[in-house]
């Protein structure tokens, strides 16, 4: 009966579909691989206009007749297994366990209805009527062969004639492959020491191993910039834990005048992690002071951290076209603060300067979609953990004399430094020309003739610190039980929880302005 045995084993299978719209396609949907209509394209039609020779180097169009379908087969796995027992030391009962944990993800996504790029280039480029009457990529005197090309009329509309064997040239079969692991070994004991006048003094300690690794691997001819899907770079990284903890309970002080009980707890754990994100001591201290049976307090000291995680640290990014509002826009932008027009001075650009869209047009709104993607959320292998103070002070009512209702009031402060947070363009943005913090302008890039924002290095970054405080309250009433025409018709719960926010600062660099969000609804 001391020893005891278990495992668990799980297989789950998921397939999903998904369908989007069809691409709304331009000439530079990627930048990096402009796709032009030829100025020796059959289907030109600047050449009906006279033209000839010059080919078209602004066009879009939705390819409507490709809807975009993703289908994705995910597997998961999990197993554990363990012994626990228990045993008398000193008169004191101990209980220990030990065991391993595996857990497993594996997805496969296959695509259709993006465009392949390199295709429709060809496709768009060069072409002639054969002596068959049909229209053949290449010259007369250097011909594609038809099985290897198709012409594309991309600017007739959808269902035009001739176009259904293009549009099975373009079509993209796009194929990515995700997958995480997982393992995890853990031992773990607990019992109790001695005996004080108040209690049993309890002890706990444990270790735990960790190792977790991941990939994603998207399609090759995407991840390239040679589809017009987004494109993401690939992502694989591992990274290995080990931490050792120990608990110690004490009951100081039980059932005497004005101390029905005073239980004092402490926690600590200590963190190793490869991959340079380095070590971590932290410590928890934790009290409840119940001076009679209604009426009861508790208080915590907490230090807490957290490892960056694989995507955090790995992650190749993916392109966006997530808009954004450049603060030197003279009608959209933030000109009117002195500051930002310096800022905006010292970059080359005018008082009347404007953002354009993907027409070269001035936008007409703020945070408008870019003219091409720039790529986002890419890892930082700098990273380092996020540390935390933590500290409460509260209290818990229960008046005897109305049974099932409670009171509680808590009052709450937080600080975290070294924050991981994911950095936007607009943020970026702000941060270069709203505070002056030099290290976000140094992710910024500008055309050098037209002013205009080209990238902008969205990733992960210890952003600063951030606090907060502020009072949890509540109170909680169980309505007593009563039969309607004698029949049980359940339990009824009152509940009312609130929070007043009293603090809430951030400073995102040691260079920028420490910021108050109280009182902004939408942060």
Not at 14 to 39: F, N, W
Not at 220 to 240: E, K, R, V
Request: aromatic share 12%; net charge negative.
């Amino acid at each position: 009966d001391n020893l005891r045995f278990h495992a668990t084993g799980m297989y789950a299978e998921r397939e999903s579909d998904q369908t989007i719209a069809g691409m709304p396609l331009q000439s530079t949907t990627q930048a990096g691989y402009p796709v032009y209509i030829s100025a020796d394209s059959i289907y030109n039609p600047l050449v009906e206009q006279g033209a000839a020779g010059q080919d078209i180097t602004s066009w879009n169009r939705r390819i409507t007749e490709l809807r975009r379908q993703t289908h994705t087969d995910a597997k998961s796995y999990h197993f554990d297994v363990g012994l626990d027992g228990d045993f008398e030391l000193n008169n004191h009962d101990w209980h220990w366990d030990a065991g391993v944990n595996y857990n497993k993800w594996d997805a496969t996504s296959r695509g259709t209805g993006n465009i392949n790029l390199i295709n429709l280039k060809n496709a768009l480029g060069p072409s002639f009527i054969n002596a068959q009457g049909v229209g053949q990529c290449g010259t007369a005197d250097d011909p594609i062969s038809l099985s290897s090309c198709v012409p594309f009329n991309i600017l007739a509309g959808p269902g035009a004639a001739g176009n259904a064997a293009a549009l099975k040239y373009i079509n993209a079969l796009t194929l990515s492959r995700q997958s995480s692991e997982v393992k995890q070994y853990t031992a773990n004991i607990g019992g109790g020491l001695f005996n004080l006048p108040a209690g049993e003094v309890q002890f706990a300690f444990g270790f735990e191993h960790r190792d977790l690794s991941g990939y994603d691997q998207p399609d090759s001819m995407s991840s390239a910039g040679y589809t017009s899907d987004l494109a993401s770079q690939p992502t694989d990284g591992s990274y290995h834990a080990n931490e050792f903890y120990g608990e110690l309970n004490i009951p100081v002080l039980a059932d005497l005048p004005g101390a029905k009980k005073l239980n004092v707890d402490v926690q600590s754990r200590y963190s190793d992690y490869s991959n340079g994100i380095g070590t971590m001591f932290r410590t928890k201290y934790s009290f409840v002071y119940q001076p009679f049976d209604d009426l009861m307090f508790r208080g915590t000291y907490a230090q807490g951290m957290r490892a960056p995680a694989l995507m955090d640290t790995f992650g190749g990014g993916s392109q966006t076209f997530s808009g954004y509002t450049d603060p030197c826009d003279s009608k959209f932008g933030a000109t009117a603060n002195p500051q930002v027009a310096a800022a905006c001075r010292q970059a080359g650009l005018g008082s009347n300067f404007r953002q354009t869209d993907a027409n070269g047009k001035p936008v007409t709104q703020a945070g408008a979609q870019p003219p091409s993607a720039y790529l986002s959320g890419v890892g930082n292998a700098g990273l380092k953990p996020e540390t935390s103070i933590s500290r409460s002070l509260g209290l818990v009512y229960s008046p005897s004399y109305v049974p099932g209702l409670n009171f509680n009031v808590d009052f709450y402060s937080i600080r975290i430094d070294n924050m991981i947070s994911a950095v936007g363009a607009n943020y970026i943005l702000n941060q270069c020309y709203q505070q002056s913090s030099q290290a976000y302008c140094d992710r910024i890039t500008r055309d050098s003739t037209t002013g205009q924002v080209t990238n902008v290095q969205e990733g992960n970054a210890n952003l600063g610190w951030m606090s907060t405080s502020g009072y949890q309250f509540g109170f909680q009433y169980n309505v007593p039980k009563f039969d309607v025409a004698g029949r049980d018709i359940g339990r009824f719960q009152v509940t009312l929880d609130g929070n007043y926010l009293q603090s809430f600062k951030q400073q995102s660099s040691p260079d920028s302005d420490v910021v108050s969000y109280v009182g902004q609804w939408n942060y």
